[in-house]
Each structure stands twice: as structure tokens, then as C-alpha cells.
């Protein structure tokens, strides 16, 4: 006979791109400075907002909080990324949505714009074709017909590919012609640093180079430490003082993996009370190996052939945790100069950090022992199973 079963507890951590986690850590100050504008309109340079960082940082739960909080103030939201068709996207599907959610009175406004149809019943029906579709007016006539509270735009997702980046150049200066004629208007991109930066440099995206920047990287071991502690409490449980600081120390402040991390020690014993220091030892393998597949590989694919050679050089020459530039010069084969253009964009798109005069330094945690698991093929690498074929060679023909 089987015991009645143990009353396990949800994990309270949520781990995965994309997905909210239940106690944000860090940023304090810009989640407040952005916050309140949604309930001042008093913007100061926040009219755009451009959030860089690598993959896991959290940016889209960023954009997530934003838009919730935006949306309690009162604020229309409009949220997609910078796939292709963003301009269409909006203007066909996500803004008649908007326009359905509003009350009856808003909508009988909007038809003295003369933008759109609507049934008797106030259910969108279509554009009016005498006017040539321009989202700047839309956002004009909504912001106008919602008492200028606000709308929230934000597009996820920003990544190089010319057409791409010419079409979000394009709707961004939808967006400023749209604030000059008096909408309040806050636009956030979110996106790894090279590519925001291609964005900048676009024909039509002036108005972007005034934007707030915000650089997503690790949290300090307090956030993190404060993540892990809240994120269980809320879950019903404490942790240990030891194991606290032992999943911070794994975690390294990487929000990913702060998550990845909390979750694996909760169900190590999901029934107990407390997370010990057992349990952060048994999540240990597993979040490393999780990052490791679902993150960290990944980031490195975003890098270029020469980013990869420089990385790569950069983990032979690590030691005690950096790397001497001379070294790096000396294990590429190529010139100071050339060596140095690609550390300058490591750094600026926050792969590489300078660590003391001459040395460079990774900013992510576990990315040189995977590019080392990549270079040398390790046959002390316990992660992979022995061969089992091995005393059974195939015979000679
Ligand atoms: N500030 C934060 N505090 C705690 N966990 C976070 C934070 N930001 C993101 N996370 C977690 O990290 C993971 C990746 O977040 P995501 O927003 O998808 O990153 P990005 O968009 O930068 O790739 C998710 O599991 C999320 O819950
Ligand atoms: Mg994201």
C-alpha cells in the first residue's frame, strides 16, 4: 500500500524566456522613474526607452512590468516585436483591438475622426479608404479620444537585418510626428546592444538618440539573494541562510539563472520547509546544465566568427578569471589594432568587460567553461555518457 500523498508545493520560481518572474529583483529606480510618468505624464526624457542587454537579462519582463503598470494607470498598450510587418501588425490587428476595448461614448468620438468604421453596435469594421493610413494619426486620434492618458509602446525583440531595421526606423518616426502633434506617448525597445545601437544609426531615427538607456546586466548579490528569498516565502517556504548564499553564488546574479536555480532547489524536496544546503547542491548540476543549453549556447550563437575567435582566445588566455589583451593579440594572430576593434565591441555589447589595466574579463558567468567544453573536447567530461560500444570494437574488413 502506498502512502497517502506528500502535499507538494508549487514552485513559486519561473524559469524561461518571456515568462514573469513572481519577485522582480534590481532596477528600482528606473522601474520608479518610469512608473510614474505613467501617472504624472510628466516624461523628462522618457518619451523612449531603449533596454539592451543579452539574452536571460530580462528584458522582456521589463516590457511586461511596464505594460502592466501602464495598463492600471489607465494607459493603452500596444506590444510586438520587430519582426517584420510590425507597421501592419499594428495598424490592422492591434489597434482595432484597442478600439474594441473602449467604451461606447470613446468610440462614438472617434468617429467624428474619420479613421474608422464601426458598426451599430460599436464593433470595429474597418478603415475609412479616403484617408491615407498613417500611424501617427491613429496614435493621435486614440491618444485624443482617451483624454491624452497615455499609450505604452513597446517592441521586443530588436535585431539587425537591414529591412528590419529600416521598418522600426520608420514606425519610430511615425512615433516622434505622433508626440509632436501633443499625443503622450512612451515607446521602449528592448534588444541586444549591437543591434539597438544599428537602430540608432538608421535614416529616420533621430529622435531615438535621445532615448533613455538602460543596460540590463547582472543583479548584485543583494537583489539576487532578495529574489531568491522572496520568490520562496511568496512560495510558502524559507531558505536556509547557508543555502541562500550558495544559490546566489551559483546564480552570479544572471536572472535566468537565478530562476533556473531557485526552481530546481524547491523541488529537490518540495514537501520540506526549508530549503537546505543540500537541496541548493542538487540544483546546482542541473541549472548549470539547464543555462548552459537553453542560454548560454545561445548567446554565444549571436555572436559573429570573429566575436567567436576572439571569445575563444579569450577563455586560453584566462587566468584567475581574466585574460591579458597581449595574450589574446598573440593566440589570434592578427594585429593589436584589429584585436582591439573587437574587444571595443564585445565590450559595447556587454560580452566583455575591462578588467584592470590590459586584461579583459567574461560579464556572464559560465560562458568560458562553455566555450571551453566547445575548443577542447574534454574526455574528463563526466556530463557525457561512456560509450558503451567502447570493448566491442567493429570488426577490421
Ligand atoms: N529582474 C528580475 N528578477 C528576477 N528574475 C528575473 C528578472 N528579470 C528576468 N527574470 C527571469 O529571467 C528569465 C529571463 O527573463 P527574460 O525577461 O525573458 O529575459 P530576456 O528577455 O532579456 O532574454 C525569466 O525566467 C524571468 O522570470
Ligand atoms: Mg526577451
Same mark, same amino acid.
Given at each position: 500500500?502506498?502512502?497517502?500523498?506528500?502535499?507538494?508545493?508549487?514552485?513559486?520560481?519561473?524559469?524561461?524566456?518571456?515568462?514573469?518572474?513572481?519577485?522582480?529583483?534590481?532596477?528600482?529606480?528606473?522601474?520608479?522613474?518610469?512608473?510614474? #510618468?505613467?501617472?504624472? =505624464?510628466?516624461? *523628462?526624457? +522618457?518619451?523612449? %526607452?531603449?533596454? $539592451? @542587454?543579452? !539574452?536571460?537579462?530580462?528584458?522582456?519582463?521589463?516590457?511586461?512590468?511596464?505594460?502592466?503598470?501602464?495598463?492600471?494607470?489607465?494607459?493603452?498598450?500596444?506590444?510586438?516585436?520587430?519582426?517584420?510587418?510590425?507597421?501592419?501588425?499594428?495598424?490592422?490587428?492591434?489597434?482595432?483591438?484597442?478600439?474594441?476595448?473602449?467604451?461606447?461614448?470613446?468610440?462614438?468620438?472617434?468617429?467624428?475622426?474619420?479613421?474608422?468604421?464601426?458598426?451599430?453596435?460599436?464593433?470595429?469594421?474597418?478603415?475609412?479608404?479616403?484617408?491615407?493610413?498613417?500611424?501617427?494619426?491613429?496614435?493621435?486620434?486614440?491618444?485624443?479620444?482617451?483624454?491624452?492618458?497615455?499609450?505604452?509602446?513597446?517592441?521586443?525583440?530588436?535585431?539587425?537585418?537591414?529591412?528590419?531595421?529600416?521598418?522600426?526606423?520608420?514606425?519610430?518616426?511615425? #512615433?516622434?510626428?505622433? =508626440?509632436?502633434? *501633443?499625443? +503622450?506617448?512612451? %515607446?521602449?525597445? $528592448? @534588444?541586444? !546592444?549591437?543591434?539597438?545601437?544599428?537602430?540608432?544609426?538608421?535614416?529616420?531615427?533621430?529622435?531615438?538618440?535621445?532615448?533613455?538607456?538602460?543596460?540590463?546586466?547582472?543583479?548584485?548579490?543583494?537583489?539576487?539573494?532578495?529574489?531568491?528569498?522572496?520568490?520562496?516565502?511568496?512560495?510558502?517556504?524559507?531558505?536556509?541562510?547557508?543555502?541562500?548564499?550558495?544559490?546566489?553564488?551559483?546564480?552570479?546574479?544572471?536572472?535566468?539563472?537565478?530562476?533556473?536555480?531557485?526552481?530546481?532547489?524547491?523541488?529537490?524536496?518540495?514537501?520540506?520547509?526549508?530549503?537546505?544546503?543540500?537541496?541548493?547542491?542538487?540544483?546546482?548540476?542541473?541549472?548549470?546544465?539547464?543555462?548552459?543549453?537553453?542560454?548560454?549556447?545561445?548567446?554565444?550563437?549571436?555572436?559573429?566568427?570573429?566575436?567567436?575567435?576572439?571569445?575563444?582566445?579569450?577563455?586560453?588566455?584566462?587566468?584567475?578569471?581574466?585574460?591579458?589583451?597581449?595574450?589574446?593579440?598573440?593566440?589570434?594572430?592578427?594585429?593589436?589594432?584589429?584585436?582591439?576593434?573587437?574587444?571595443?565591441?564585445?565590450?559595447?555589447?556587454?560580452?566583455?568587460?575591462?578588467?584592470?589595466?590590459?586584461?579583459?574579463?567574461?560579464?556572464?558567468?559560465?560562458?568560458?567553461?562553455?566555450?571551453?567544453?566547445?575548443?577542447?573536447?574534454?574526455?574528463?567530461?563526466?556530463?557525457?555518457?561512456?560509450?558503451?560500444?567502447?570493448?566491442?570494437?567493429?570488426?577490421?574488413?
Amino acid at each position: 500500500m502506498s502512502q497517502s500523498p506528500v502535499e507538494r508545493s508549487r514552485s513559486p520560481f519561473n524559469p524561461g524566456y518571456g515568462r514573469q518572474p513572481l519577485v522582480f529583483g534590481g532596477h528600482e529606480q528606473e522601474i520608479d522613474e518610469l512608473t510614474r #510618468v505613467f501617472s504624472t =505624464l510628466d516624461f *523628462g526624457e +522618457n518619451h523612449s %526607452i531603449l533596454i $539592451a @542587454g543579452l !539574452r536571460g537579462a530580462g528584458k522582456t519582463s521589463m516590457l511586461t512590468l511596464l505594460q502592466n503598470a501602464a495598463t492600471d494607470a489607465g494607459w493603452l498598450v500596444i506590444s510586438d516585436d520587430a519582426s517584420s510587418g510590425l507597421m501592419d501588425r499594428v495598424m490592422e490587428t492591434t489597434i482595432p483591438a484597442l478600439l474594441n476595448g473602449l467604451d461606447p461614448a470613446t468610440k462614438a468620438r472617434l468617429t467624428s475622426v474619420g479613421l474608422w468604421k464601426f458598426s451599430a453596435s460599436w464593433e470595429y469594421q474597418d478603415r475609412h479608404r479616403e484617408v491615407k493610413p498613417l500611424l501617427r494619426n491613429d496614435l493621435v486620434a486614440l491618444s485624443r479620444a482617451i483624454d491624452n492618458r497615455g499609450i505604452l509602446i513597446t517592441i521586443d525583440e530588436v535585431s539587425s537585418g537591414r529591412v528590419r531595421l529600416r521598418e522600426l526606423a520608420k514606425f519610430a518616426l511615425q #512615433v516622434s510626428h505622433a =508626440l509632436t502633434d *501633443g499625443a +503622450n506617448i512612451m %515607446i521602449a525597445f $528592448a @534588444g541586444i !546592444r549591437i543591434d539597438l545601437d544599428e537602430l540608432l544609426k538608421q535614416e529616420h531615427a533621430t529622435f531615438l538618440r535621445r532615448s533613455r538607456d538602460l543596460t540590463f546586466e547582472r543583479l548584485d548579490p543583494h537583489a539576487t539573494m532578495a529574489v531568491l528569498r522572496d520568490t520562496a516565502a511568496v512560495g510558502g517556504r524559507q531558505i536556509s541562510p547557508e543555502a541562500l548564499r550558495r544559490l546566489a553564488e551559483i546564480a552570479q546574479g544572471y536572472p535566468y539563472l537565478i530562476q533556473l536555480v531557485g526552481d530546481y532547489a524547491w523541488r529537490a524536496r518540495s514537501d520540506a520547509p526549508t530549503i537546505e544546503i543540500e537541496d541548493a547542491e542538487v540544483a546546482f548540476e542541473k541549472a548549470i546544465k539547464a543555462v548552459m543549453s537553453r542560454v548560454i549556447s545561445k548567446v554565444y550563437l549571436d555572436l559573429s566568427d570573429k566575436d567567436r575567435e576572439f571569445v575563444k582566445a579569450m577563455t586560453l588566455a584566462l587566468v584567475d578569471g581574466r585574460a591579458k589583451m597581449s595574450r589574446i593579440v598573440a593566440l589570434m594572430g592578427e594585429s593589436d589594432q584589429y584585436v582591439q576593434v573587437y574587444k571595443r565591441r564585445l565590450i559595447d555589447t556587454g560580452y566583455v568587460q575591462r578588467a584592470g589595466h590590459g586584461f579583459v574579463s567574461f560579464t556572464l558567468p559560465y560562458l568560458d567553461q562553455y566555450i571551453r567544453s566547445l575548443v577542447y573536447d574534454d574526455p574528463r567530461d563526466d556530463r557525457r555518457p561512456a560509450d558503451s560500444w567502447a570493448d566491442f570494437p567493429a570488426p577490421q574488413l
